[in-house]
């Protein structure tokens, strides 16, 4: 199938107008219609109802999206591989969830372009069922991930046992007020777990999806949360954070994802990389 075709279907999808997928496809919306029609013929169903609110999906339209927006990533990756930048025999793919990147992927990074020069790096960050589709359909070698689902075809390996802790910028670090608190929301099994230990936190003044704009808030601005014991040790180290005695430790693992049948040749040099990224020598090291 012409991936034109499902690259118009899923600007139809985004912009839920025929006239609109046209004016960001550059092409007329004539066109846009002969591609649906073509598509719909291969297909054998509809997969747009059209009305005075735009194009809406049909049933058989919200089966086909998952597949049109994996056809549409395997060609991408496709593309990649194909079109290796000179002087690399290899494009290695790899994401990360949001939570974890800082410092860990710029860690890889650095010790991947060191020790395999011969690689083309590709990174992106996003939300963990996201990127586990992308390594189930090709789209990723690896991706790095808190608590992931197992999957048929898919091999999970632990990388980092890494911990959260409650750090304060308080000179007398104790359990602080709701307005003093810094939430970061770190996933809901954090959120239940903090819930049944400091349900007078729930409501706190600052909440961040983020860990790093919670931990630059926290240090510019004061205050206490949580945070990723890694992520924070030097500024444990330097007296700029201290922990808050007698609070509890909660668990916050990372593990490696990849393929069954991956490339030995890519996916070796890249779990060695995340394997070093994540230990204490390149912690020592000050990578972060």
Known sequence: MDITL???FLEIVETRSFQRAAERLHVTQTS???RVRTLEELLGRRLFVRNKAGAAL???GERF?????TLVQVWARARDQVAVPTGSRAVLAAGCEISLWDPLLLRWLLWMRARHPHLALRTEVG????LLDKVAAGVLDVAIAYA???RPGLRVELLIEEKLVMVTTAKRPRVPRPADYVYVDWGPEFAAQHGLAFPELSSAAVMAGLGPLGREYLLAAGGTGY???DVVRGHLESGHLRRVPRTPEFLYPAYAVYAVGADPAII????AGLRQAAGTDVRKAGAC
């Open 6 to 8: 499902a690259r118009t």
């Open 32 to 34: 846009v219609s002969a």
């Open 58 to 60: 049909t049933a058989a």
């Open 65 to 69: 999206l998952p597949h049109a927006t």
């Open 127 to 130: 939300y963990p069922h996201d």
């Open 148 to 150: 992931p689902q197992q």
């Open 227 to 229: 945070f990723r014991l």
């Open 268 to 271: 070796d040099p890249a779990l």
